[in-house]
């Protein structure tokens, strides 16, 4: 069966530090992969998706970026955190292309930037 | 792009009682609809989807929901609800390479 792992599952950052959150995806292979981020009353918006290594749609410009060095392993980064970065971060991944498929989610990322 | 509104943020129901969530979808096509939960803290978990054919499917956790073209509307419903169905639900729209989530409803059960 497939699994996805993400880490660290909390994160407490100052202002104008880096980020690095980790996706892996377990059971499967060549899965579209997706960074959502879930702020309080908001619902979930698409930050990235990706259809394969090295391949990265961005959804939402911004300070933030995503690699896919791996064909299961995806990450989420930041050379300087801003105060609106806080939030909860989901990975997700999929068979098949985005918005046609059902999307399974990891635990998430919960990220405090003070 | 497409777009969805759930439009009650806060529902608060009795344990036992019947339950109904909006969702409404903006779309061109012909959408692919979701429905997921999400528990305090945690991803979130597929309930069902509706992709083409019946317009009432069925989901996990004894959920179920119809698909109305003329309405633009996905609801979801459950005929008596459980202290364990206390969640945070979320409608989805996805199609032409996008995904929109709605916002979210928060589902309380009264004892």
């Known amino acids: 069966s497939q699994t996805i792992h993400q880490w660290p599952a909390t994160l407490v950052q100052p202002v104008g530090s880096p980020l690095s959150l980790e996706c892996t995806v377990e059971?499967?292979?060549?899965?579209?992969l997706y960074w959502y981020r879930q702020a309080a009353g908001r619902g979930l918006q698409l930050l990235f998706y990706?259809?394969?290594?090295?391949?990265i749609s961005s959804e939402v410009p911004q300070n933030l970026s995503a690699s896919r060095p791996q064909d299961r392993q995806f990450i989420l980064s930041s050379k300087k955190l801003l105060l609106s970065d806080s939030g909860f971060y989901l990975c997700?991944?999929?068979?098949?292309?985005?918005?046609?498929?059902?999307?399974?989610f990891g635990p998430g990322t919960r990220l405090t930037v003070l | 792009a497409q777009s969805v509104t759930q439009p009650d943020i806060h529902i608060t129901v009795s344990e036992g009682a019947s339950l109904e969530l909006r969702c409404n979808y903006s779309?061109?096509?012909?959408?692919?609809l979701f429905w997921y939960v999400q528990s305090p803290g945690q991803g979130l978990q597929l309930l069902l989807k509706?992709?083409?054919?019946?317009?009432l499917v069925q989901g996990i956790k004894g959920f179920e929901a119809e698909f109305k073209r003329s309405q633009s509307s996905f609801n979801l419903r459950k005929p008596s609800v459980h202290w364990s169905d206390a969640a945070e639900y979320f409608c989805?729209?996805?199609?032409?390479?996008?995904?929109?989530f709605g916002a979210g409803t928060r589902l309380t059960v009264k004892p």
């Open positions: 997700a991944w999929s068979r098949v292309a985005v918005g046609t498929d059902t999307q399974y």
């Open positions: 059971g499967t292979s060549n899965p579209n």
């Open positions: 990706s259809v394969g290594i090295g391949q």
């Open positions: 779309y061109g096509a012909t959408p692919y």
């Open positions: 509706y992709f083409s054919g019946d317009t």
């Open positions: 989805a729209v996805g199609g032409n390479n996008d995904m929109r």
